[in-house]
């Protein structure tokens, strides 16, 4: 099982830009699905954007869409997540989450409890 660490959360103003980093240790990354997960203070996680394991298919949701990009690089065993143009509303805790069986659909929401292998979480506070 992958070992994940987030890294690159802290506060921006509205309009700025951040760049989350998922770190992976364990053997296989590159056969691994990765997932972002935003999570609201007191609200449920969801899913923000899934990037397949040869980075070949993507998914973002609504809220984010053309603003946030996803890629990864396999020799570094990392994935990341460019916030940019944030919204007060993308404050949260941002959570990267593996599992070499889940399958980007570019339609479909990820579900957190599809996954076992989660980090410790990175926080974006966005400033009106």
């Known amino acids: 099982q992958l070992q994940l660490v987030e890294s690159g959360g802290g506060l921006v103003q509205a309009g700025g830009s951040l760049r989350l980093s998922c770190a992976a240790s364990g053997s296989a990354f590159s056969y691994y699905t990765i997932v972002w997960f935003h999570q609201p203070a007191g609200k449920e996680r969801l899913g923000v954007s899934c990037?397949?394991?040869?980075?070949?298919?993507?998914y973002y949701g609504d809220s984010v869409k053309g603003r946030f990009t996803i890629s990864r690089d396999n020799a570094k065993s990392t994935v990341y997540l460019q916030l940019n143009d944030l919204k007060p509303e993308d404050t949260g805790a941002y959570f990267c989450?593996?599992?070499?069986?889940?399958?980007?659909?570019?339609?479909?929401?990820?579900?957190?409890?599809?996954?076992?292998?989660w980090g410790q979480g990175t926080q974006v506070t966005v400033s009106s």
């Open positions: 989450a593996a599992d070499m069986d889940y399958y980007c659909e570019d339609d479909q929401s990820p579900d957190a409890s599809d996954f076992t292998a």
């Open positions: 990037i397949r394991a040869s980075g070949g298919s993507t």
